[in-house]
């Protein structure tokens, strides 16, 4: 079994920053990918980030030069700068291999003045 655990989430101004932290406990495969995903009200959950074992990144292009994806191991952080309303969204952590897929229980991310 394998557990995410995710911390970081809260209401930031437009422009503010927040830096999103999981860490993958468990029977985990060395070779994976772990990534960050958002689900907006109303609207379908969505790729924000993701880092492979071997350190190869995918971003989402509404994200591109703002958030950067990183990771030490199991521990998987998302630095969100220059957030604008529209990144308002649940936050959730992600862990696959082969055959496994796994999910955190989701941070709130609230971009308001």
């Known amino acids: 079994q394998v557990q995410l655990v995710e911390s970081g989430g809260g209401l930031v101004q437009p422009g503010g920053s927040l830096r999103l932290s999981c860490a993958a406990s468990g029977s985990i495969f060395s070779i994976n990918t772990m990534g960050w995903y958002r689900q907006a009200p109303g609207k379908q959950r969505e790729l924000v980030a993701s880092i492979s074992s071997g350190g190869s990144t995918n971003y989402a292009d509404s994200v591109k030069g703002r958030f950067a994806v990183s990771r030490d191991n199991a521990k998987v952080y998302l630095q969100m700068n220059s957030l604008k309303s529209e990144d308002t969204a649940v936050y959730s952590c992600?862990?696959?291999?082969?055959?496994?897929?796994?999910w955190g229980q989701g941070t709130q991310v609230t971009v308001s003045s």
């Open positions: 992600n862990i696959r291999w082969y055959s496994g897929n796994y």
